[in-house]
């Protein structure tokens, strides 16, 4: 088992930055790929980015260029830093992990783990 724990989360204005992390423990021998989720009510969970084992990364079209995820792997921590925010980013943030990068970039598939999640509000 991996238990991932997320922090960074909270109230920013637009135009303003957070840094979000996430702290894997356990099992993370198995993990061989780690990303950020976000949500909104009433719609799907969707991928914002994720980083591979080779540290190669993928992010969605509707953030690339502002949202950066990078990984610390001798503290087992994924950051994803989020430049130049906008109202449209508010949602709760997940961190996941899977035993490869095709269960984040595949829909279907899905992670193995997943955060608790923490809340990113973007508004004035």
């Known amino acids: 088992q991996v238990q991932l724990v997320e922090s960074g989360g909270g109230l920013v204005q637009p135009g303003g930055s957070l840094r979000l992390s996430c702290a894997a423990s356990g099992s993370v021998f198995s993990i061989n790929a780690m990303g950020w989720y976000r949500q909104v009510p009433g719609k799907q969970r969707e991928l914002v980015a994720a980083i591979g084992g080779t540290d190669s990364t993928n992010s969605a079209d509707s953030v690339r260029g502002r949202f950066t995820i990078s990984r610390d792997k001798a503290n087992n921590t994924v950051y994803l830093r989020m430049n130049s925010l906008q109202p449209e980013d508010t949602a709760v943030y997940y961190c996941?992990?899977?035993?490869?990068?095709?269960?984040?970039?595949?829909?279907?598939?899905?992670?193995?783990?997943w955060g608790q999640g923490t809340q990113v509000t973007v508004s004035s």
């Open positions: 996941a992990a899977a035993s490869s990068p095709a269960k984040l970039l595949v829909s279907s598939l899905g992670p193995d783990y």
